[in-house]
């Protein structure tokens, strides 16, 4: 098991997080643009969709894969190899019910399609695409718990490494496809292979590094009851994130349109995808949070905090400011005119976005504490009522008025909730200080995009190609860092970033 410090594993992780993302992120651009010149867009819109229908099944695990993780950051500190063989017996056998019950409800599901489909040209053998898509899913929960005590080992890296080789040559496949069959068929055929075999492969390193989970090993009673406590709880929470994050796409495709959901796709690809390299920075770090809230104080706590906070600052503004100038044209270089929403729209995206970011700390601190008992129904709460402002406002203002809702329900419920709880119980410093520092970021972001918009017009009417284009983001990447540079160079968490930066360096030569 691991036995390395947590500043190399967090590291390692990172890194090699975001060069199987930044990999990813190339081809499925290669990828959608090839998609786009052969297929209809309504084929896009229906993956899309049946990404959100699939992630509301998914609901089926009510949070297991959370509480497993969380259930293995101690018995891995404690090297203690008896519970963690019960804890993969106990959860294989879960998931096994849990694959089953996903592929059931999947196929009574199948016959419902129609009535979400919002379609001008009907697509032939809809079902049997949706019925490839959800066999992923099953699949994927069969071997969902040997990828989660690696991942909570410290050893994220070894799962980035195979995702990225898999999807390498899967993604080149598909491209193949593509442009010889032109077949929408034998291109999710290719999807469910390499997800097989990304699963595999994972499956059988985690049998060669943990051997003791053959063994046959029973979980105590007391055990199972903490863990199904856990469960209830955090079940509410992923109730709450899936109706936040899947029925966004639905509601477009029964308000607005299947097709528009297509075209949502290809302008969110770039926000969901950096929002994905946002997330790894923090994702990397829970299995390193969960091992310093069991070993460390609340001021080692809320110092690491603390600098997670300023990252997502920096990291949101940044992505933010250089989106708002950038996306229009590399949506129009790449896709070609008629792809680009109206200002409203974008501002919609823009401000999920960015909340999505600056609230990773939390979310990372909340996978480590494991306070979903005590936020569970602010989440619930917030869930409704984004339901309900999406319905009445994407009826009377669109596609801009059911991502506004997303935004106005996390900021009425759980968004200044949360923080709260973790700073009370976890973190023990001002609440006050953490509002006030998001209050001065926003501030800061905001002039510094209207100053840019009003004082050098050009910077939006020019429409350069591939080379002006980065050009372009190469100046607007440079002036938003010297902003955020100013902004954070004397603050105690910029030192310790550049103390542990040069460690780092230094373990490296």
Same mark, same amino acid.
């Given at each position: 098991?691991?036995?390395?410090?947590?500043?190399?594993n967090?590291?390692r992780?990172?890194?090699?997080s975001?060069?199987?993302?930044?990999?990813?992120?190339?081809l499925?651009?290669?990828g959608?643009? !090839?998609f786009?010149?052969?297929?209809?867009?309504?084929?896009l /819109?229906?993956?899309?969709?049946?990404?959100n229908?699939?992630?509301?099944?998914?609901?089926?695990?009510?949070?297991?894969?959370v509480?497993?993780?969380?259930s293995?950051?101690?018995? =891995?500190?404690?090297k203690?190899? $008896?519970?963690?063989?019960?804890l993969?017996?106990?959860?294989k056998?879960i998931?096994?019910?849990?694959?089953?019950f996903v %592929?059931?409800? /999947?196929?009574?599901?199948?016959?419902?399609l129609?009535?979400?489909?919002?379609?001008d040209?009907?697509?032939k053998y809809?079902e049997v695409?949706?019925?490839?898509s959800?066999?992923n899913?099953?699949?994927s929960?069969?071997?969902?718990y040997?990828?989660?005590?690696?991942t909570? $080992?410290?050893?994220?890296?070894i799962?980035k490494?195979?995702?990225?080789w898999?999807?390498?040559? /899967?993604?080149a496949?598909?491209?193949?496809?593509?442009l010889?069959l032109?077949?929408?068929?034998?291109? &999710?055929?290719?999807t469910m292979?390499?997800i097989?075999t990304?699963?595999?492969?994972?499956?059988?390193k985690? $049998?060669?590094?943990?051997?003791? @989970?053959?063994?046959?090993?029973?979980?105590?009673a007391a055990d199972r009851?903490d863990?199904?406590?856990n469960?209830?709880?955090?079940?509410v929470?992923k109730?709450?994130?899936?109706i936040?994050?899947?029925? $966004?796409n !639905?509601?477009i495709s029964?308000?607005?349109?299947?097709a528009?959901?297509?075209k949502?796709?290809?302008?969110?690809?770039a926000?969901v995808?950096?929002?994905?390299?946002?997330?790894i920075?923090?994702g990397t770090l829970?299995?390193s949070?969960?091992?310093?809230?069991a070993?460390?104080?609340?001021?080692k706590?809320?110092?690491?905090?603390?600098?997670?906070?300023?990252?997502?600052?920096w990291?949101?503004g940044?992505?933010v400011?250089c989106?708002?100038?950038?996306?229009d044209?590399?949506?129009t270089?790449?896709?070609?005119a008629?792809?680009s929403f109206?200002m409203?729209?974008?501002?919609?995206?823009?401000?999920?976005?960015?909340?999505a970011?600056?609230l990773?700390p939390?979310?990372?601190?909340?996978?480590?504490? %494991?306070?979903y008992?005590?936020t569970?129904?602010?989440?619930?709460?917030?869930?409704?009522l984004? !339901?309900?402002?999406?319905?009445?406002m994407?009826k009377?203002i669109g596609?801009?008025?059911?991502? =506004?809702?997303t935004?106005?329900?996390?900021?009425?419920?759980?968004?200044?909730y949360?923080?709260?709880?973790?700073?009370?119980d976890?973190?023990?410093g001002s609440?006050?200080?953490?509002f006030l520092?998001h209050f001065i970021? @926003?501030?800061?972001?905001?002039a &510094? !995009?209207?100053?840019t918009?009003?004082? @050098?017009?050009?910077s939006l009417?020019?429409?350069?190609g591939?080379?002006?284009?980065i050009?372009?983001?190469?100046? &607007?990447?440079?002036g938003i860092?010297?902003v955020?540079?100013l902004?954070?160079?004397?603050?105690?968490e910029?030192r310790?970033?550049?103390?542990?930066?040069k460690s780092?360096?230094?373990r /490296?030569?």
């Open positions: 098991m691991n036995s390395e410090s947590r500043t190399y967090s590291a992780n990172l890194t090699m975001i060069i199987n993302k930044v990999v990813h992120i190339l499925t651009f290669i959608r643009q !090839i786009l010149r052969v297929l209809a867009i309504d084929y /819109g229906i993956n899309g969709l049946f990404a229908v699939l992630s509301m099944l998914s609901l089926a695990d009510l949070g297991l894969a509480a497993m993780s969380y293995f950051y101690k018995p =891995l500190a404690e203690d190899e $008896d519970k963690l063989a019960a993969i017996g106990f959860y056998k998931y096994n019910y849990i694959a089953a %592929g059931v409800a /999947g196929l009574i599901l199948t016959p419902f129609k009535y979400i489909i919002n379609l040209n009907e697509i809809i695409y949706y019925l490839i959800l066999a899913v099953v699949t929960y069969l071997f969902v040997k990828a989660t005590i690696i909570a $080992d410290q050893h994220n890296s799962i490494k195979y995702s990225m898999t999807t390498v040559a /899967g993604m496949l598909q491209i193949v496809v593509l010889t032109k077949s929408y068929l034998v291109y &999710c055929l290719v292979l390499g097989l990304n699963n595999l492969l994972i499956s059988g985690a $049998d060669k590094m943990y051997p003791f @989970i053959k063994k046959k090993a029973q979980l105590s009851e863990i199904f406590v469960i209830r709880s955090i079940f929470h109730l709450a994130s899936v936040y994050t899947s029925t $966004d !639905i509601l029964i308000i607005v349109g299947t528009v959901v297509g949502y796709e290809n302008y969110c690809l926000t995808n950096l929002a994905s390299i946002a997330s920075i923090f829970s299995p949070i969960g091992n310093l809230i070993k460390e104080a609340p001021e706590r809320m110092r690491v905090f603390n600098v997670m906070q300023m990252v997502s600052f990291t949101g940044f992505f400011f989106l708002f100038f950038l996306l044209n590399f949506v270089l790449w896709l070609g008629g792809f109206d409203l729209t974008k501002a919609a995206i823009f401000i999920n976005f960015y909340l970011i600056t990773n939390v979310i990372s601190f909340r996978e480590a504490t %494991g306070i008992k005590k569970k129904y602010v989440m619930v709460s917030g869930a409704v984004n !339901i309900v402002l999406s319905v009445i994407g009377y596609l801009a008025g059911i991502l =506004l809702a935004c106005i329900s996390k900021l009425l419920t759980y968004i200044w949360e923080p709260r709880v973790l700073f009370r976890y973190l023990g609440i006050a200080r953490y520092n970021n @926003i501030i800061l972001l905001a &510094c !995009i209207a100053l918009y009003y004082f @050098i017009p050009q009417s020019w429409n350069p591939w080379l002006g284009w050009l372009k983001g190469f100046v &607007c990447a440079i860092n010297i955020y540079i902004r954070y160079f004397r603050t105690p910029f310790e970033i550049k103390v542990k930066a780092l360096l230094k /490296g030569r």
